[in-house]
């Protein structure tokens, strides 16, 4: 470390001071609003200010949370619903990347069926429930089957938009020195298509939490999802905050995941 100090100016040793400040102030900010949310929330309920009833308390989703672990259900639940996502998520972008690689390549193929991908795209998925139920019935295919659906159309239209965009002045250079479409692919396309299928995977990271939330919804027996549901019939609305406040745990914790991926994989092609 010494050594790293000694050989950088003292321009770039300031640069890298203020950058390490701005980023201490940044968290301590983002800390400091969720703070300030759940501290403003649990006082306007111990207050009487807000029914905790009807808006729960950040107390009482412990206390809830607590006593799902105590009843050994807790991970049980949380297990099933990310299982159920990052399966359909990793299919999702794999058969969404390899769909538009091959509409890419193909630009008959590509006008043919992209307004059928616009239609499928706009249509509600929600609305496909009672077949989904008849087609898979009421397990964890169905779920996936879902959380599929809701990823790959986004997948598709995100990764085909970034391969026509790829410069057209580098493309007719390639072409000019004899390149085949196996080497433009290879060489310009994917790696220029790298910064939109990092911003594909980050807006995929909702999509799955929203298709097997979704899918939770209309066919399930274990899950977030199905405590969310299970907890707005009984009126154990404790329960459906508690679950909301997981669900947004997992999520933050996959895009997290997505932007390391994403400094690995910027870094692997810097170098």
Known sequence: MKNEKKNCSEEHLLFLKKRRRKLILIWSLRVGILALILGLWELSTSLGWADAFLVSSPSRIARTIGSLYTEGTLFYHIGTTLWETLVGFVIAVALGYGIALALWWSETVRKVLEPYIVVLNALPKIALGPLIIIWFGTGSPAILFMTVLVG??????????????????????????????????????????????????????????????????????????????????????????????????????????????????VKNAES
């Open 152 to 265: 790959l159309i986004v997948a598709i239209m995100h990764m085909l938009s970034a391969f026509i965009a790829t410069d057209k002045n580098k493309l007719l250079l390639l072409k000019s020195m004899g390149a085949g479409k196996v080497q433009i692919l290879t060489k310009l396309v994917i790696p220029s298509s790298l910064p939109s299928f990092i911003s594909m995977l980050k807006v995929n990271v909702g999509m799955a939490w929203i298709g097997s939330i979704m899918g939770e919804y209309i066919v399930s027996r274990a899950g977030l999802g199905y405590l969310i549901v299970y907890g707005g019939q009984v009126f154990k609305l404790d329960l459906v905050m508690a679950s909301t406040f997981l669900l947004c745990v997992l999520a933050a914790g996959m895009y997290f995941l997505v932007v390391l991926l994403e400094k690995v994989l």
